[in-house]
């Protein structure tokens, strides 16, 4: 009887989750400032801006990405 060989261990490494987790978490930080700033520019009433408030520059994401 040959032995069979043991399957590669699919759960990934501690430092591989580390890594990915870092990733995801400095995306979101920079997708939070960008959305943040576009709040800010579309609020700003004084310098050009529509004085939108953050619920209705919610809904203008909202109803902008059912589009697509």
Request: hydrophobic share 45%; net charge negative.
């Amino acid at each position: 009887m040959s032995e069979q060989p043991r399957p590669a261990d699919p759960s990934p490494a501690a430092d591989d989750i580390d890594e990915v987790t870092h990733a995801v978490l400095g995306a979101a930080q920079r997708l939070a400032s960008i959305a943040a700033r576009a709040l800010a520019a579309a609020g700003d009433g004084g310098r050009g801006g529509h004085g939108v408030t953050l619920a209705q520059f919610r809904m203008l994401e909202v109803s902008g990405s059912a589009r697509r």
